[in-house]
């Protein structure tokens, strides 16, 4: 069995920083790309920055130059860093992982619980 836990939402003021941070844990033989989407009230989840093993990125337009995504592939952890926050970056934040299970031949993706962001002054 597989879990990705997420850490780090709250609320901060516009301008503000936060890091979230997600772990996997379980069975796990190796982890491929890993990543993270938000989920706005009322908008559909959408991808915000994902990164391969090897360390390269990818950003939405809306969060490129102010939000970077890293992996620790040693401790099965992804982080996102979120500075310049604005309003319109509240949402809930998912991470999920491309995720090859010790005993299994083909990798799945699996998701967090999310963790709330909300930016507000």
């Known amino acids: 069995q597989v879990q990705l836990v997420e850490s780090g939402g709250g609320l901060v003021h516009p301008g503000g920083s936060l890091r979230l941070s997600c772990a996997a844990s379980?069975?796990?033989?190796?982890?491929?790309?890993m990543e993270w989407y938000r989920q706005a009230p009322g908008k559909q989840r959408e991808l915000v920055a994902d990164i391969t093993r090897s360390g390269s990125t990818n950003y939405a337009d809306s969060v490129k130059g102010r939000f970077t995504i890293s992996r620790d592939n040693a401790k099965n952890t992804v982080s996102l860093h979120m500075n310049s926050l604005k309003p319109e970056d509240t949402a809930v934040y998912y991470c999920s992982a491309d995720i090859l299970s010790v005993g299994l031949e083909a990798a799945y993706t699996y998701w967090g619980q999310g963790t709330q962001v909300t930016v507000s002054s």
């Open positions: 379980g069975s796990i033989f190796s982890i491929y790309a």
